[in-house]
């Protein structure tokens, strides 16, 4: 099936990432599925950029009763971001497709740095492009990062994998009821005050017109049908 998309935002859970391996930053074996599938995508014609998470690795300045100053533990997110982003890149190189990664923040000696410009022709060329450090400042999370680059890069869609099913009511984890959307708009999301994606990222994508698709990386086959517009999880859209 002819994907949907030219160009997309794959945004990775980091959480997602770790499998379901006790005690794991990474799975091995998640990092090779998920990687055959972005490769899948680009032999099939698709661009792809790639953000990914760091819920693995660091959650925020007061993980598990750490008190690290804010700006400091966004720095700390940000490079557990390249952390995700260096092994990702080093599994899609594994398929035999290109990959780089780009950096917000300058750290030459493990990857370039980030430059709309030079982005878009990497996409344009085939290769896989790989978005760490977020946009190289705290305060701003790696949704809003996505949304960022996903307007700045002229994405047609952002796909959103994560390590829930789609946006629901309330916590699906929590409570049995919780009822799941086949789709929303960006402001009913943010006068509902859904968790889904964050402020900054919904009037982002709400501004620009990028619709957002949020799905489960459990199955990492998702992110193709994903991509074909086949209905899975949730979308988010004008």
């Known amino acids: 099936m002819e994907n949907r998309y030219k160009r997309i935002l794959l945004k990775l859970s980091g959480e997602a990432l770790s ?19 972005i490769a899948k995508l680009a032999s099939a014609g698709t661009q792809v950029a790639v ?46 497709t290109e990959a780089r990664v780009m950096s917000a923040v300058q750290i030459q000696q493990f990857c370039e740095p980030y430059s709309q410009y030079k982005a878009m022709e990497y996409l344009e060329s085939g290769k896989v492009v790989i978005l760490a450090c977020g946009v190289g400042y705290p305060y701003f999370s790696t949704d809003t990062g996505m949304m960022l680059r996903a307007a700045e890069l ?28 086949d789709e929303l708009t960006y402001s009913k999301v943010l006068s509902l005050g859904l968790k889904a994606i964050d402020a900054s990222a919904a ?21 193709l049908l994903a991509a074909n517009g ?9």
Request: aromatic share 4%; glycine share 12%; net charge neutral.
């Open 19 to 37: 499998g379901e391996e006790n005690g794991s930053v990474l799975s091995g074996a998640m990092l090779r599925t998920v990687a055959a599938e």
């Open 51 to 96: 953000v990914i998470g760091a819920g693995n690795i660091w959650r925020g300045a007061r993980q598990k009763g750490l008190n690290v100053d804010r700006v400091r533990g966004d720095h700390m997110g940000m490079l557990a971001t390249l952390i995700n982003s260096l092994a990702m890149q080093d599994y899609v190189l594994k398929t035999g």
């Open 154 to 181: 002229k994405c047609d869609a952002v796909l959103s994998a994560k390590n829930v099913d789609g946006v629901y009511d309330k916590d699906p984890c929590k409570y049995p009821d919780a009822k799941k959307f």
């Open 203 to 223: 009037a982002i994508g709400e501004e620009c017109g990028i619709p957002t698709v949020l799905f489960s990386l459990a199955k990492p086959e998702n992110i």
């Open 230 to 238: 086949e209905k899975i999880g949730t979308v988010l859209h004008n």
